[in-house]
């Protein structure tokens, strides 16, 4: 079993930067992929950034250039560096970690909002 704690979020101004990161704890030798994924009201929940346990990363094309996903794997951890918000940006963001197994686990989610 994995627990994904988060960190981070709030209201900044467009143009402005904030950091996200998620710890995880349990039975983190389950862990190949950790990332994070975004889900506003009436929408489905999408991928935002995700990097896998040999460091591949994928970016949605939407923070390409703004955003950059980082991880620690000793701890683990993974951390969103989310830079020139734009009000687009504006979700819940959820940690995930899908397990070698394929099991998908997620945070708790935490709100970002960015104002115009």
């Known amino acids: 079993q994995l627990q994904l704690v988060e960190s981070g979020g709030g209201l900044v101004q467009a143009g402005e930067s904030l950091r996200l990161s998620c710890a995880a704890e349990g039975d983190i030798r389950l862990i190949n992929v950790m990332g994070w994924y975004r889900q506003t009201p009436g929408k489905s929940r999408e991928l935002v950034a995700q990097?896998?346990?040999?460091?591949?990363?994928n970016y949605a094309d939407s923070v390409k250039g703004r955003f950059t996903i980082s991880r620690d794997n000793a701890k683990p951890k993974v951390s969103l560096q989310m830079s020139s918000l734009e009000p687009e940006d504006t979700a819940v963001y959820y940690c995930?970690?899908?397990?070698?197994?394929?099991?998908?686990?997620w945070g708790q989610g935490t709100q970002v909002t960015v104002s115009s």
């Open positions: 995930t970690a899908i397990t070698w197994g394929m099991r998908n686990y």
């Open positions: 990097i896998s346990s040999g460091g591949s990363i």
